[in-house]
């Protein structure tokens, strides 16, 4: 078996792993910053392909005190630069909240006040993703309570409980209640504080403007917003798609340089209605489209039985990806999948189960992407979920604890559930190939 060290050193030496100095400080070329042409990303030239990973914990290891891990970071980045990865999507802002199911600390610990140690480790994070010329896609908000995210807005200003889905095990009612967050005037002028205190940052390593920072790809509005619940209303719908727009709108105001993206799973989180999709794509003010894919999750899939329900997870598999990449195709977009993944063999969170229907998982998705680009098609790429690399579950019923090793797995769910390791070998193997194959059609 490949060990990972030996793949490291080995590309180390071939020059793929840089952890060369960075850039002086100044104005950055333009052709630096990533841009659509047409269906596409460009960068440097050429086209721009993402070969991926999600790593929303970045940002925290990146903290000079408390809970930082520099050394891990600087080795994690190496890691993903070495098998291919050229861009991470990070959660930006965190909410301090009393949900059980929430990461702690938090960037933001009531309206207006700001962890200045957590947004210097987001610093230090883009600074090290530029000495190794990788890009990050950054979330400003979280539909989701694993960082305090908008049902902890609405606990700041409605008064209401912020609601934990893994307590109260409605997930019907907490989608319904959270989606009010787009309507409450209080909450959206908070955001927008925050979305103003980001992206006008100067970074405390380089002295760089977030703004003027070509590392930078993406502004995203949040991770996985959604209208409500499937039965969500017109009424909330369009309050949602009206949010998407004005959002992506003011974003744009303050930063004439970067991206702006939603965060959208594509129609589930879109309450199954492809017309909803792509209402909330077709503004000028967002610029690519978003989607994730979870069969497991959604109920395709069932890892106990992985035989018996192969067939019928990878064949709604493919239509659910074709049907967004078409849809793309008729916005006249880029489009990313920046979710997918499965668990360990025999559903088990022990970092010594094998990774083989996973694998076969995630050679079937990067199949079908590969040959969709291949084609012309509107593929921007993918991000895989999750990066977990050196982190390791310290608890012997795999939930997380503060203090615990930050993994792929966010609080809300069992660490080691989607992790990819550093020991993962065969799955790294996989990413490197199909991330070379991607990149191989850059022109």
Same mark, same amino acid.
């Given at each position: 078996?490949?060990?990972?060290?030996?793949?490291?050193?080995?590309?180390?030496?071939?020059?793929?792993?840089?952890?060369?100095?960075?850039?002086?400080?100044?104005?950055?070329?333009?052709?630096?910053?990533?841009?659509?042409?047409?269906?596409?990303?460009?960068?440097?030239?050429?086209?721009?392909?993402?070969?991926?990973?999600?790593?929303?914990?970045?940002?925290?290891?990146?903290?000079?005190?408390?809970?930082?891990?520099?050394?891990?970071?600087?080795?994690?980045?190496?890691?993903?630069?070495?098998?291919?990865?050229?861009?991470?999507?990070?959660?930006?802002?965190?909410?301090?909240?009393?949900?059980?199911?929430?990461?702690?600390?938090?960037?933001?610990?009531?309206?207006?006040?700001?962890?200045?140690?957590?947004?210097?480790?987001?610093?230090?994070?883009?600074?090290?993703?530029?000495?190794?010329?990788?890009?990050?896609?950054?979330?400003?908000?979280?539909?989701?309570?694993?960082?305090?995210?908008?049902?902890?807005?609405?606990?700041?200003?409605?008064?209401?409980?912020?609601?934990?889905?893994?307590?109260?095990?409605?997930?019907?009612?907490?989608?319904?209640?959270?989606?009010?967050?787009?309507?409450?005037?209080?909450?959206?002028?908070?955001?927008?504080?925050?979305?103003?205190?980001?992206?006008?940052?100067?970074?405390?390593?380089?002295?760089?403007?977030?703004?003027?920072?070509?590392?930078?790809?993406?502004?995203?509005?949040?991770?996985?917003?959604?209208?409500?619940?499937?039965?969500?209303?017109?009424?909330?719908?369009?309050?949602?798609?009206?949010?998407?727009?004005?959002?992506?709108?003011?974003?744009?105001?303050? $930063?004439?340089?970067?991206?702006?993206?939603?965060?959208?799973? #594509?129609? /589930? *989180?879109? +309450?199954?209605? %492809?017309k909803l999709f792509m209402?909330?794509?077709?503004?000028?003010?967002?610029?690519?489209?978003?989607?994730?894919?979870?069969?497991?999750?959604?109920?395709?899939?069932?890892?106990?039985?992985?035989?018996?329900?192969?067939?019928?997870?990878?064949?709604?598999?493919?239509?659910?990806?074709?049907?967004?990449?078409?849809?793309?195709?008729?916005?006249?977009?880029?489009?990313?999948?920046?979710?997918?993944?499965?668990?360990?063999?025999?559903?088990?969170?022990?970092?010594?189960?094998?990774?083989?229907?996973?694998?076969?998982?995630?050679?079937?998705?990067?199949?079908?992407?590969?040959?969709?680009?291949?084609?012309? $098609?509107?593929?921007?790429?993918?991000?895989?979920?999750?990066? #977990?690399? /050196? *982190?390791? +579950?310290?608890? %012997?019923?795999?939930?997380?604890?503060?203090?615990?090793?930050?993994?792929?797995?966010?609080?809300?769910?069992?660490?080691?559930?989607?992790?990819v390791f550093d020991s993962?070998?065969?799955?790294?193997?996989?990413?490197?190939?199909?991330?070379?194959?991607?990149?191989?059609?850059?022109?």
């Amino acid at each position: 078996m490949i060990k990972m060290n030996q793949v490291v050193a080995a590309l180390a030496v071939a020059g793929l792993v840089s952890g060369a100095a960075a850039a002086p400080v100044g104005a950055a070329d333009k052709s630096e910053f990533v841009t659509v042409k047409q269906t596409h990303f460009a960068r440097k030239g050429q086209t721009y392909y993402i070969a991926g990973a999600n790593f929303w914990y970045g940002g925290y290891l990146g903290s000079p005190s408390g809970v930082g891990e520099r050394a891990r970071l600087r080795k994690e980045l190496d890691t993903m630069k070495a098998i291919g990865i050229n861009n991470v999507r990070v959660l930006a802002v965190s909410e301090k909240t009393e949900m059980t199911s929430a990461v702690r600390p938090a960037t933001t610990n009531g309206p207006g006040k700001y962890d200045e140690d957590l947004l210097a480790g987001l610093d230090f994070l883009v600074d090290e993703l530029g000495k190794r010329d990788m890009t990050v896609v950054l979330y400003l908000n979280n539909f989701w309570q694993w960082s305090g995210g908008m049902t902890q807005y609405l606990n700041w200003f409605e008064g209401t409980p912020a609601l934990d889905p893994n307590v109260t095990r409605d997930y019907d009612g907490y989608m319904a209640k959270t989606a009010r967050f787009y309507a409450n005037k209080e909450a959206q002028t908070e955001y927008r504080g925050t979305i103003k205190k980001i992206v006008q940052r100067v970074n405390t390593i380089n002295g760089k403007s977030y703004r003027d920072d070509p590392v930078i790809m993406s502004w995203q509005l949040a991770n996985e917003p959604r209208p409500g619940n499937g039965k969500a209303s017109d009424k909330e719908k369009a309050i949602y798609t009206t949010w998407i727009a004005d959002t992506a709108q003011y974003i744009h105001e303050l $930063d004439k340089n970067h991206l702006v993206s939603s965060g959208s799973e #594509g129609l /589930a *989180g879109s +309450a199954q209605d %492809a017309k909803l999709f792509m209402a909330s794509h077709s503004s000028k003010h967002v610029d690519y489209l978003t989607y994730h894919l979870w069969p497991k999750n959604w109920g395709w899939f069932d890892s106990k039985k992985p035989v018996e329900s192969w067939d019928g997870a990878i064949a709604r598999s493919r239509d659910y990806l074709n049907s967004h990449i078409d849809m793309a195709k008729t916005l006249g977009k880029p489009i990313v999948l920046e979710e997918f993944g499965l668990d360990r063999d025999g559903a088990s969170f022990d970092i010594k189960a094998g990774t083989t229907i996973r694998d076969r998982f995630y050679g079937e998705i990067f199949e079908l992407i590969g040959r969709r680009a291949a084609a012309g $098609d509107p593929i921007a790429g993918w991000n895989f979920w999750a990066w #977990g690399g /050196a *982190g390791r +579950a310290a608890n %012997a019923d795999y939930w997380w604890k503060q203090g615990n090793d930050f993994m792929g797995d966010p609080p809300q769910e069992e660490q080691g559930l989607y992790s990819v390791f550093d020991s993962d070998a065969s799955s790294l193997a996989l990413i490197k190939d199909h991330a070379d194959k991607l990149r191989s059609l850059q022109k």
